[in-house]
């Protein structure tokens, strides 16, 4: 109890409320820009922390985070390009809600959601840290390959509503992600003796092209014309649809305590990662829906479902840098370079060396919780606008937000080049109806499934044996064929069904 | 009628204050033209001046939030109170730094183009890769200490000293595994050294970064692991045991092996960090930045960060090119000799 008493008479100091309050309106700020995003802001921050007492550091640090997890959604929402990868599974119900002029409900959702996800993961954080920690140092390389392996295809399988189409932007986020210096042999790939790809292609110009320049495009080729007369939206007229019920959110409360329980799951394993969380958590909500068509037309529990899967793994993502020092997610690196920095290092001392540090952080991550669902929400009311805002004014706002941001997370012109031609690859791929979302997906897990999956051959000296000797691989090579063979034989039933109708 | 005057006064109201604005503008666009004036000229003579007269960019070779990111920040900000101008610091990452070498090789040496890069970018890559540059490319400012380097075992490890390893290596060609930070790094050239000259054979796992590296060794999964920095606080709790210090420092005491105590000398390989420019660059400009660099380093700030990161506060000013030609030297045979070189 003493140990408590001395957390929060610790944080609720003037300047670490004031850094948490700053942190999280800086991180809802870069969160929403295409290309900024709270992983760049924390990086930018450190070297500033040298020059700040511990809680004001990380109470900044973890402000940045946790309101950049929200920010991304913003943009998701009010105009179909993610804020941040991790509010890409957002997009899919949030933009539709926002056409029918139901913005500030799905906004709404979204921070709720968020928080409550955040709140319930950190509680796990805090409680279960090291049980859960212990058991992820376990898994072996290969473990990690066959989850990976299953979360590829489940987002490939249920993303479109083709199977082929889904797999084939799978496929090609995979080759993408490919180029490059290989990871273990230090091979060039694909890079065609282009200096600049020897480094391979960064998520963000990818990420800001497919989403962010693609949807511009889309909205260029409608006509000029139209633009200028017409609003993006329809104006709603009816101010229940700018709210949120406690109705509405105690519905949604069954969605996001699945997502929190996926997303706290794949939070804690390293390298999986807050958007691929998401998805999950999206796809899970929709697989168990009663109303499972509804999802993709502007359903608010599937912003409910992805917002509380990205968040969830804020608490998590910290399990395995507390505990063992190890950090799973880019974040986490930057949060154990803030605490280096102050001396504290992470792993399984710190906690009798720093336990006042860390208690009070907890307090300070929950205050943080409270603080984004303030900001926030008075934050949409502000947002809420830009959706009244005509499309001729967003659009060019959005391409050049779009070329600073990426410029500004490399410096390099050759990344804006990028930006450009995966916004015309995801133009296409929407035109001729191929879900961006695996492509997406694979993208960001290519470099970790491929990184475990040849450890895990290196290790069993070539043998592919040891996916198949231990349980936990074993159990998720199994769920992904019989995934397979499900989507296999509905599809086959489809067609039958197509055939009989035609006959 | 009444409605038509108002609308007419409102029109009269309108034109006055579009007229106003209009001075309002030509103000501000004449305020503009003078500023822009200043500055064109103020920069025609700066040029004159001398270095620096302007803005100096220090870009690091590694991404944000690294070690050698950091570094850069913070010596960059001592770097600019001395210079008395600032320090703009961006980061050009890939290809261990060979990325931003290739990029400085082209720059003008005009003294405002540096960059902050791994000692194997220069000394090891060029054996590796088809590269745009070559060790002449540079003009060797400052170089910092090398980054600690150990062979670690966990302590309930089977292995208890050098020496156990290497005999169970012997009689299991290829069946010990250990892990480092990327294939032709440092961590990982260091140790195919050592089995070189024990004539053993090792089976080396890839990871990504130190902490990756370590949580490999930590979850049991290879033998052993090249600890770069990233082992240390394990270390000092007795999470592991050091077997042999790698780098030929003295860090442990008596009981680890020291590779020069083994082999009488240490290994060519480096992982020194170095900030370069274009080769070319007056030796004026580059006598400043020592200067400067050495008051950085000594800087109350710049030594926490290496106690915290646990680098060593040692560096280099003098025979720069010397010592990295030694190593660059003896790197390429090595290279070929463990299959690394250049297919």
Known sequence: MDILYDALATIFQFYNVVAIIAGISLGIIVGAVPGLGPGMAMAIALPITFYMPPLVSLGFIVGIYKGGMYGGSITAILINVPGTSDAAATMLDGYPLAQKGKAGKALKMAIYASVTADILSDIVLIMVAGWLASYAIKLRSADIAAIMFFSLVIVGSVSGESLPKGLFSCMLGFLVAMVGIDPMMGVRRFTFGVLELDRGIDLIPFMVGIFGITEVLIQVEKKISDLNKEDLFRKSENIEDNRLSFKEYRRALPTIFQGTLIGTFIGALPGIGATTAAFLSYTAAKKFSRHSERFGKGELNGVAAAESGNNATCGATFIPLFTLGVPGSITAAMFMGALIIQGIQPGPFMFQHHATTIYALYVGMMFANVCNLLIGSLGIKIFARIALLPARIIYPIVVALCMAGVFSASGSLFDVGLMYIFGFVGFFMRKFDFPIAPMLISFILEPMFERSFRQALILSFGSYKTFFSEPVSLIFITLTLAIIAFEFVRVKRKGLRHKVVKD | ?343
């Open chain 2, 1 to 343: 009628m009444s409605c038509n005057s108002s609308r007419h006064f409102e029109n009269l109201e309108k034109g006055e204050d579009m007229k106003r604005r209009l001075d309002q503008h030509a103000i501000i666009l004449f305020a503009l033209i003078v500023i822009c004036f200043s500055i064109g000229l103020s920069g025609a003579y700066a040029a004159d001046r001398q270095w620096p007269s302007k803005a100096v960019t220090i870009n690091a070779g590694f991404g944000p939030g690294g070690t050698t990111d950091l570094t850069n920040r913070i010596v960059s900000n001592i770097l600019g109170g001395q210079l008395g101008v600032p320090i703009i610091n961006g980061n050009v990452t890939g290809g261990a730094t060979s990325v931003l070498c290739s990029q400085i090789a082209t720059k003008k040496p005009d003294g405002y183009e540096f960059g902050l890069v791994a000692g194997t970018a220069l000394t090891a890559m060029p054996f590796m890769r088809d590269l745009a540059y070559n060790i002449d490319s540079f003009t060797y400012v400052f170089m910092l200490a090398p980054d600690p380097l150990d062979l670690v075992v966990t302590d309930d490890s089977p292995f208890k000293t050098f020496e156990d390893l290497v005999s169970y290596a012997k009689t299991n060609p290829g069946k010990v595994t250990y892990s480092h930070t990327g294939k032709g790094l440092y961590d990982h050239l260091v140790v195919e050294w050592i089995a070189q000259k024990e004539g053993i054979q090792l089976t080396d796992v890839p990871a990504t970064s130190g902490p990756e590296s370590m949580a490999l060794v930590i979850g049991k999964h290879v033998a052993f692991g090249s600890g770069s920095g990233s082992h240390i606080p394990y270390a000092k709790d007795g999470k592991m045991r050091v077997l042999l210090e790698m780098d030929g420092a003295r860090r442990w005491g008596d009981k680890v092996r020291n590779v020069v105590d083994l082999y009488g000398t240490e290994s060519p390989v480096n992982t020194y960090r170095v900030f370069v420019g274009p080769q070319g660059i007056s030796q004026d400009i580059v006598d400043k930045m020592k200067q400067a660099l050495l008051v950085a380093v000594k800087e109350e700030v710049y030594i926490k960060l290496c106690d915290r990161f646990n680098m060593s506060t040692d560096y280099y000013s003098e025979n720069i090119k010397e010592l990295l030609q030694k190593q660059y030297n003896e790197m390429g045979p090595f290279l070929e000799k463990i299959g690394l070189g250049k297919k």
